[in-house]
């Protein structure tokens, strides 16, 4: 059975960065997608990013586009978030979460497209 365990997150100020990881416990993720969902205080799922592993593809939301970036190692089969210039509206609980599909590209699907979720890790952006 498929697990995610993410790890990373933490407090930090605004301007600074952190780096997310969400590890699989699956020998290779091919022909998966891997997203990242966030979920503030009093507010649903945002998804956040997502990557079609296979391809490589990957894609943001427009309140992350250019401050955080996605990306694989496939010889650990761990997907990455490196968040920067953090905000303290990026406050909230990160999770990764992932769906097989042969499915090239990458789109942000609602929370209920995906069928295997972490546990979370919480980011606090503050001063």
């Known amino acids: 059975q498929l697990h995610l365990v993410e790890s990373g997150g933490g407090l930090v100020q605004p301007g600074g960065s952190l780096r997310l990881s969400c590890e699989a416990s699956?020998?290779?993720?091919?022909?998966?997608?891997i997203a990242w969902f966030r979920q503030a205080p009093g507010k649903e799922h945002e998804g956040v990013s997502c990557m079609s592993y296979s391809g490589g593809t990957t894609n943001y939301a427009n309140s992350v586009m250019g401050r955080f970036t996605i990306s694989r190692d496939i010889f650990t089969n761990t997907v990455n978030l490196q968040m920067n210039n953090l905000k303290p509206e990026d406050t909230a609980i990160y999770y990764c979460?992932?769906?097989?599909?042969?499915?090239?590209?990458?789109?942000?699907?609602?929370?209920?497209?995906?069928?295997?979720w972490g546990q979370g890790t919480q980011v606090t952006v503050s001063s």
């Open positions: 979460a992932t769906r097989p599909t042969l499915q090239v590209l990458c789109a942000l699907y609602p929370p209920n497209w995906y069928n295997t």
């Open positions: 699956v020998v290779t993720l091919h022909n998966y997608t």
